[in-house]
């Protein structure tokens, strides 16, 4: 045999174990691999709870709040199509949302702002969905948050608002 043929042979043997091994990891079943997840066991950060709890002492029994609701659930460009401002709000979430049990209309966002809202990304993602709020005409209520209960609780007469005007428009 001369080294010549010897060599290619060498060579198709290497190439054949390359695309051999290349193509299994290729075809890798991607799904069969171990992805570790955790469960989060809460779904809203204590204060989030805390505030949640006096929204529900505070309600009329006729609206629900809804949490952790994401942006573009509520809100949507107004040309369906529009992808890139769709990708504005799909990774927001807004904290809580008041809604009317019977028709699931929306009546407004609360967001619960506390010291990280001061940060440059947190401000200008409070931006982002101040102004899809706005433009859809959803109002939008902020409340900072204080460890010390010590709430400021002036926009639950706006929610009073919003539901006698919700109550008044059913019985319409």
Known sequence: MNTSLLIVLLISICILILISVSSKLLLEDKSQKQ????????LLTKAEQTFFNLLLENINADFYV????HLADVVRPREKKDIGLLNRIARKHLDFVII???????????ELDDKS????????????KNYALKNAGINLVRVNFRWTGDYDLSFLESINGLEKEALANQTN
Do not use: C, F
């Not at 809804?66 to 609701?69: F, G, K, N, P, Y």
């Open 100 to 110: 009317e049990k019977r028709t699931s209309k929306i009546l407004m966002a609360i």
């Open 117 to 128: 809202h001061s940060r440059d990304y947190v401000s200008r993602r409070d931006q982002a």
């Open 35 to 42: 992805v570790e997840y955790i469960s989060k066991n809460y």
């Open 66 to 69: 809804a949490t952790q609701v």
